[in-house]
């Protein structure tokens, strides 16, 4: 059974840190690109960072850069998201997906958690 546990969420002032993990199980991690996603109320869910199956390559969402780092443990089965400097607007529910897309046939293997919450407010 596959599982994407979030934990780390909380409240925080302007200016603070957190740090989100995601545990996973039920499928072979370290063959799966993992991302973050977020989603304010009244709004869509938006990417935030993603680190490619090695962790060597990183993308974020331009409002983020700087501010926010990816990360994973292929043995520990685990990606991190680091928070720092947050702002009000970074308030979300923020999730953990984990995919894959086969070169060959074009399936698409994608695994979502369940989300945790973060507010940043004073």
């Known amino acids: 059974q596959v599982q994407l546990v979030e934990s780390g969420g909380g409240s925080v002032q302007p200016g603070g840190s957190l740090r989100l993990s995601c545990a996973t199980s039920?499928?072979?991690?370290?063959?799966?690109?993992m991302r973050w996603y977020r989603q304010a109320p009244g709004r869509e869910r938006e990417l935030v960072a993603a680190?490619?199956?090695?962790?060597?390559?990183?993308n974020y969402a331009d409002s983020v850069k700087g501010r926010f780092t990816i990360s994973r443990d292929n043995v520990k089965n685990t990606v991190y998201l680091q928070m720092n400097s947050l702002k009000p607007e970074d308030t979300a529910v923020y999730y953990c997906?984990?995919?894959?897309?086969?070169?060959?046939?074009?399936?698409?293997?994608?695994?979502w958690g369940q989300g945790t919450q973060v507010t940043v407010s004073s």
């Open positions: 997906n984990a995919l894959k897309l086969q070169i060959v046939g074009g399936a698409r293997y994608e695994y």
């Open positions: 680190t490619a199956v090695t962790g060597v390559s990183t």
């Open positions: 039920g499928f072979i991690f370290s063959t799966y690109v």
